[in-house]
């Protein structure tokens, strides 16, 4: 990890956070300044939010739009009084090939992200809101030329229904695109939903509404490209 991806964890994992441990390190290692592509840097735009101008007490809430919306809209969701908790765990492709998921635009936003962050004060009992990429569920098929690097979330990369509740926890609001939501989130949700744990769907433009997960699959279905 070089001192730039160095210093953008360090901000994005405070030590006084309870939610520092599931930040992935993963797009802080592989950041490279001297190997990003300049067209890809890009300022961040921090949304006006729509749906909330406040924490919900008792609520935590998980973002999962497509490249870098998730990051800021986190930004914005920490000018609340939110902790941002980015979950990425998608690599770069090897030189000269081309990725499934560009994530090189998602390291650059991370640490543009990071020197904002260091702009906000937060509570030491701030609720989290994970942030997620929507893209990485797609998958390239085998015989296809491009470099899959999508990826799934599993249990362990999210806080257990137990952690949560502990934590006071009592509600997840899913912020995701016209209330569709991932099976690989669903499978989480539904666990948190056995515990007791109420949740929520939200699309950006209206109230969350509460919903109720289904059963999910044994098996995910995936998307691919």
Known sequence: MNETGKNAFRIWTPSDSVWSGW????P???YDLENQCSSLVTPLKIPQLLYTNEV???TAMMVDLHDISAIEEGIALAQLGYRPV???????PPCGSIALIENRG???ALVM??????NIEFSNFALPTFLLDSNRVFRCRKNSPIFDNGYDIYAQDLPSADFFIKQQISKIIVRCNNHFINDDIKIILYKYQQKGIKIFSCCGYEK??????KKPPSRIV???S
């Open 23 to 26: 930040v992935k390190p993963i």
């Open 28 to 30: 802080f290692v592989m």
């Open 56 to 58: 919900r007490a008792n």
């Open 86 to 92: 980015p979950v990425y765990n998608g690599t770069c």
């Open 106 to 108: 998602i390291m650059n």
């Open 113 to 118: 992200g990071a020197k904002l962050l260091e």
């Open 208 to 213: 969350e509404k509460e919903i109720s997960i």
């Open 222 to 224: 995936r998307h691919f």
